[in-house]
């Protein structure tokens, strides 16, 4: 899709320039972010901390860029702010800034910390009955942290129907610690889930919509570390790596 690689080749631009940005992990959620953004949330990028809207927060705050550039597309901030990513004047930090950022909901970076953040969202917006949702992305590393599992209690037991959580699993904390069946388990703790492919937009928009009656809902998304790019593709020494002058261009020639 060419407005997707239009975003990646801004993330890696952006990445090489600054020395910094973890980029494969940026490629993995992209495609949920963009459809998210651009279906789904009601939000206005001309007034993002209106009241009357839904939120999302980006629990795996290291993937920050992938974030950024679909914030940039959309008219929350100017395409020469993401340009100048990791800057020292720059809003835009390797995590993202509440503070700083218009249309980041909440800071994150610490895994396991904006999950529950979420929970206690959709709870006040559920006491004051507002018909607005709450949609949160983590990562399958993320969930070896235990505030994930007492956040998914906490929401469960509070029937959070107005809350979605995307897992971005794209394996790569296999090697750490086998997560396994992430459906089975969050179907055990009271969520309902399915699970997609996390690259194709339709069967992400298709699962965005949906709204149980009662309980919390689970989007297990099989998603490909680096995808987009055969080098970055499931490779671990690309995780917190960025290209050198010859790879960047060899990276945009593939994406281009």
Known sequence: MFVINKMKRAIVTAATNA?????????????????????????????????????FILSKGHGAL?????????????KSVLEAFGGFDSPLGG????????????????????FPMAVGVAMALKIQQRPYRVYTLIGDGECNEGTVWESALLAAHHKLRNLCCVVDYNHSTDRALLVGDMEGKFS????ESCTI????????NNALAHQPEDRPYVIIANTIK?????????????HHKVPSI???AEILKELS
């Open 197 to 204: 492919d996390g690259h194709e937009h339709e069967q992400i």
């Open 66 to 78: 992938g974030q950024y550039a679909v914030l940039s597309e959309k008219g929350f901030f100017p």
């Open 226 to 238: 680096g995808y987009g790019c055969r080098r970055m593709r499931n490779n671990p020494e690309w």
């Open 188 to 191: 055990a703790f009271g969520w």
């Open 95 to 114: 995590h993202p800034d509440r503070n700083k950022v218009p249309g980041v909901e909440a800071s994150t970076g610490s895994l396991g910390h904006g």
């Open 19 to 55: 020395r910094d940005g973890h980029i494969a992990s940026a490629f993995s959620i992209l495609d949920i972010l963009w459809v998210l953004y651009d279906r789904v949330l009601q939000i206005d990028p001309s007034d993002p901390d209106k009241f009357d809207r839904d939120r």
């Open 246 to 248: 010859e790879e960047l």
